[in-house]
């Protein structure tokens, strides 16, 4: 079973900055999709971003475009979300999952395809 730890939230004030990291078990990160998803209290779960298992693929949520980026670090086995201008409809509890995709270009803001989920990071933004 592939383990997730995500790391870097926080609170910041508006307009700031974070950048999330999630730390995989796996010996190869190019074999698994890593999507980042968050939920807020009393929300539903919300695709955020997500890299493909080649890291040529990156699909954004609408809210996020501009001003999220993701990549990924296959010999740190680590997936980053940079994220800046930060909002405070952004405070969520942010996790990342894993699905395992083997060197392809897909990628998914489906939480349902995604198999392996990490705890989560707590992401507040707030004056």
């Known amino acids: 079973q592939l383990k997730l730890v995500e790391s870097g939230g926080g609170m910041v004030q508006p307009g700031g900055s974070l950048t999330l990291s999630c730390k995989a078990s796996?010996?190869?990160?190019?074999?698994?999709?890593i999507g980042w998803f968050r939920q807020a209290p009393g929300k539903a779960r919300e695709g955020v971003s997500c890299?493909?298992?080649?890291?040529?693929?990156?699909d954004y949520a609408d809210s996020v475009k501009g001003r999220f980026t993701i990549s990924k670090d296959n010999a740190k086995t680590t997936v980053y979300l940079q994220m800046k201008d930060l909002k405070a409809e952004d405070t969520a509890v942010y996790s990342c999952?894993?699905?395992?995709?083997?060197?392809?270009?897909?990628?998914?803001?489906?939480?349902?395809?995604?198999?392996?989920w990490g705890q989560g990071t707590q992401v507040t933004v707030s004056s």
């Open positions: 890299i493909s298992s080649s890291g040529s693929g990156t």
């Open positions: 999952a894993a699905a395992f995709t083997f060197g392809t270009r897909w990628t998914s803001l489906s939480a349902s395809t995604f198999r392996s």
């Open positions: 796996a010996l190869n990160l190019d074999h698994y999709a």
